[in-house]
Nanobody
Framework: QVQLVESGGGLVQPGGSLRLSCAAS????????MGWYRQTPGKQRELVAT???????NYADSVKGRFTISRDNAKTTVYLQMNSLKPEDTAVYYC???????????WGQGTQVTVSS
């Protein structure tokens, strides 16, 4: 049973920082493209950042320069460091694991991030 378990969400003031973690119980974790997505009520889930098995990263324009995605293959964990947070970053953040080889696509349960004074 594959599981992706996010942690690290919470309430933070504008300008603050949070670090999200996603622990993945995926075999051959290293071959998966991992990513973070976010969703607010009434809107579609949107890409925040992805990182390939080779460490190539991709970011949404809205978070470039503020967020950093990274992965630790030994710990089968992916991280999202979020700095200079803005109220518009408020959302439920979801971890995703995708294998371009098998087509397997896994999602976590989500973690709430609220940016408010």
């Amino acid at each position: 049973q594959v599981q992706l378990v996010e942690s690290g969400g919470g309430l933070v003031q504008p300008g603050g920082s949070l670090r999200l973690s996603c622990a993945a119980s995926i075999s051959i974790f290293s071959i998966y493209r991992m990513g973070w997505y976010r969703q607010t009520p009434g809107k579609q889930r949107e890409l925040v950042a992805t990182i390939t098995s080779g460490g190539i990263t991709n970011y949404a324009d809205s978070v470039k320069g503020r967020f950093t995605i990274s992965r630790d293959n030994a710990k089968t964990t992916v991280y999202l460091q979020m700095n200079s947070l803005k109220p518009e970053d408020t959302a439920v953040y979801y971890c995703n694991g995708f294998s371009v080889i098998s087509g397997n696509d896994y999602w976590g349960q989500g973690t709430q991030v609220t940016v408010s004074s």
